[in-house]
């Protein structure tokens, strides 16, 4: 039986991470958000990442199906320009 884990990542430390091991996440229509995955030593890494692009693609679901919003895991560790993107939001009609 293999044993599958996975952790929270910092928006920076996980785009380091792509970089590092020289791959570039793609975006994935279904779930909104780019993945990247690579072999490590016999092992598949897989990594999404949760940008402004994600972040804001699922606001458009909040709105489209006029839901209450949705949460978000950790406040502090986001793509900063998620800020910029609900600025900009906001200021549209």
């Known amino acids: 039986m293999s044993l599958a884990r996975g952790s929270d990542l910092v928006h920076q430390r996980a785009v380091n991470l792509a ?15 780019y993945y990247a995955m690579w072999e490590n030593h016999g092992v598949f890494e897989h990594l999404w990442i949760e940008d402004a692009r994600s972040f804001m693609a699922k606001l458009d679901l909040v709105k489209k199906y006029k839901l209450r919003g949705y949460s978000v895991w950790v406040l502090g560790t986001e793509d900063p320009e998620i800020w910029t993107a609900l600025k900009k939001d906001a200021k549209q009609p």
């Open 19 to 33: 970089k590092a091991a020289n791959v570039k996440p793609v975006w994935d229509d279904t779930q909104k958000a």
